[in-house]
């Protein structure tokens, strides 16, 4: 395909047409633990599937082409995804990542470093001095999500980069909550960018996967070799969905932003409510920043009940078009309280400091119809008013 040829259309044609022996338009998933040697000594592309897989690649290819990276590599999960990034670190490393950083990382992060394998500072990097401060002496990597779970903090790239650059650290970035049709941060200077691929880039809620990109042909190299070494390869079938995803990525994420922009109105000027958190309003901290970063302000938002859990749990209880759970990023509408769920992993001293009170509710909006969408949210607020 011709390289002026748009993201978008990138996406929508992932690996059409590469069928060479029959000509189907969708390629077939490659269900197949290994393939054979062409004759003595005359290996092919592929031997193992833990090593390499041909519907496996052509996820890879599509996810470092949108990225902006020299490649990707497919694991299992996000959390897959995120052991491979710490493979890079070493006893004495140092990473300094997000205070309210996604809860597997924040479990992972501090279960590695209590076992000594590297050490964790956690700061609010919206707040550049205390990153700088925990950097003082020295740091490898700067772990980095924007927007943040579930504030939608948003983190300036351009500034990380720079205090990365001062002690030669390695900047990743998960950005799993815009996915790289609202935000590429190798443009930012980005040497990793990690995705739960779980979530927006599949987008329908059946499949658990994650990838790691690399801005370098090295960090690629390096990705491929722990993938196959430790065994995080994501599985064939898995890619194949998650391809299938991925073609309707810039699609859905029109509608995502457009519900969620709809719905941070309705809930801000509901009296039930005292602080909605999304990038896209003039009234969010970060919404400068995300203008500049971001090519779009997502589906996600989160916002502050004044009845605390009493009105949180009257809010849930009254919705019927969000589902109560986890994960985010699927066609259909999600809410969960992240204090009980998400968060309930971060211990309560660290939760407050985070900012995520017991009156807080997170929206995944969908893409149903809007005024479908406004109506029960209206329903929830008003129990939840009540309940207060
Ligand atoms: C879900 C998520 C992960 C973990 O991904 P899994 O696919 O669940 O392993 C990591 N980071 C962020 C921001 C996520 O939302």
């Given at each position: 395909?011709a390289?002026?040829?748009?993201?978008?259309?990138?996406?929508?044609?992932?690996?059409?047409?590469?069928?060479?022996?029959?000509?189907?338009?969708?390629?077939?998933?490659?269900?197949?633990?290994n393939?054979?040697?062409?004759?003595?000594?005359?290996?092919?592309?592929?031997?193992?599937?833990?090593?390499?897989?041909?519907?496996?690649?052509?996820?890879?290819?599509?996810?470092a082409?949108?990225?902006?990276?020299?490649?990707?590599?497919?694991?299992?999960?996000?959390?897959?995804?995120?052991?491979?990034?710490?493979?890079?670190?070493?006893?004495?490393?140092?990473?300094?990542?997000?205070?309210?950083?996604?809860?597997?990382?924040y479990?992972?992060?501090?279960?590695?470093?209590?076992?000594?394998?590297?050490?964790?500072?956690?700061?609010?990097?919206?707040?550049?001095?205390?990153?700088a401060?925990?950097?003082?002496?020295?740091?490898?990597?700067?772990?980095?999500?924007?927007?943040?779970?579930?504030?939608?903090?948003?983190?300036?790239?351009?500034?990380?980069?720079?205090?990365?650059?001062?002690?030669?650290?390695?900047?990743?970035?998960?950005?799993?909550?815009?996915?790289?049709?609202?935000?590429?941060?190798?443009?930012?200077?980005?040497d990793?960018?990690?995705?739960?691929?779980?979530?927006?880039?599949?987008?329908?809620?059946?499949?658990?996967?994650?990838?790691?990109?690399?801005?370098?042909?090295?960090?690629?190299?390096?990705?491929?070799?722990?993938?196959?070494?430790?065994?995080f390869?994501?599985?064939?079938?898995?890619?194949?969905?998650?391809?299938?995803?991925?073609?309707?990525?810039?699609?859905?994420?029109?509608?995502?932003?457009?519900?969620?922009?709809?719905?941070?109105?309705?809930?801000?000027?509901?009296?039930?409510?005292?602080?909605?958190?999304?990038?896209?309003r003039?009234?969010?901290?970060?919404?400068?920043?995300?203008?500049?970063?971001?090519?779009?302000?997502?589906?996600?938002?989160?916002?502050?009940?004044?009845?605390?859990?009493?009105?949180?749990?009257a809010?849930?209880?009254?919705?019927?078009?969000?589902?109560?759970?986890e994960?985010?990023?699927g066609?259909?509408?999600?809410?969960?309280?992240?204090?009980?769920?998400?968060?309930?992993?971060?211990?309560?001293?660290?939760?407050?400091?985070?900012?995520?009170?017991?009156?807080?509710?997170?929206?995944?909006?969908?893409?149903?119809?809007?005024?479908?969408?406004?109506?029960?949210?209206?329903?929830?607020?008003?129990?939840?008013?009540?309940?207060?």
């Open positions: 395909m390289k002026t040829t748009s993201k978008q259309t990138q996406a929508v044609r992932a690996a059409v047409e590469s069928d060479l022996q029959f000509g189907a338009v969708i390629p077939p998933v490659y269900l197949t633990s393939f054979t040697f062409a004759g003595f000594d005359e290996p092919r592309r592929y031997d193992y599937t833990r090593t390499g897989n041909p519907t496996r690649d052509a996820l890879a290819d599509v996810l082409e949108l990225e902006g990276g020299r490649g990707a590599t497919v694991t299992a999960s996000g959390m897959g995804a995120i052991s491979l990034a710490c493979q890079l670190l070493n006893p004495g490393d140092l990473v300094v990542g997000p205070r309210d950083c996604y809860g597997g990382t479990r992972l992060f501090n279960r590695l470093a209590k076992r000594g394998l590297f050490r964790v500072i956690l700061v609010d990097q919206t707040d550049l001095d205390e990153v401060g925990a950097m003082r002496d020295g740091a490898k990597m700067v772990w980095v999500e924007s927007p943040t779970n579930p504030l939608l903090r948003i983190v300036d790239l351009e500034r990380m980069r720079v205090l990365a650059d001062q002690h030669r650290a390695l900047m990743v970035v998960d950005n799993t909550f815009l996915s790289p049709a609202l935000q590429r941060p190798i443009e930012f200077g980005a990793l960018v990690i995705h739960s691929t779980t979530k927006y880039l599949n987008g329908h809620s059946d499949v658990v996967g994650g990838a790691v990109i690399a801005a370098t042909d090295a960090l690629h190299q390096e990705m491929q070799e722990w993938a196959n070494a430790l065994g390869s994501g599985s064939p079938f898995d890619s194949f969905m998650t391809l299938r995803g991925v073609r309707t990525l810039y699609a859905r994420m029109t509608q995502h932003e457009k519900n969620a922009t709809t719905l941070a109105e309705i809930i801000s000027e509901h009296g039930a409510t005292h602080r909605v958190f999304y990038p896209g003039a009234d969010h901290a970060g919404h400068a920043l995300a203008a500049r970063q971001q090519s779009g302000y997502g589906g996600m938002l989160s916002f502050e009940l004044r009845g605390g859990v009493a009105a949180a749990r809010f849930l209880e009254t919705v019927e078009l969000f589902s109560l759970a994960s985010l990023g066609v259909e509408s999600l809410a969960c309280h992240p204090a009980t769920m998400t968060h309930a992993t971060f211990d309560a001293d660290d939760r407050r400091l985070a900012g995520i009170e017991d009156g807080l509710v997170r929206l995944s909006a969908g893409i149903e119809a809007t005024e479908d969408l406004v109506r029960d949210v209206l329903h929830g607020l008003d129990a939840a008013a009540r309940a207060a």
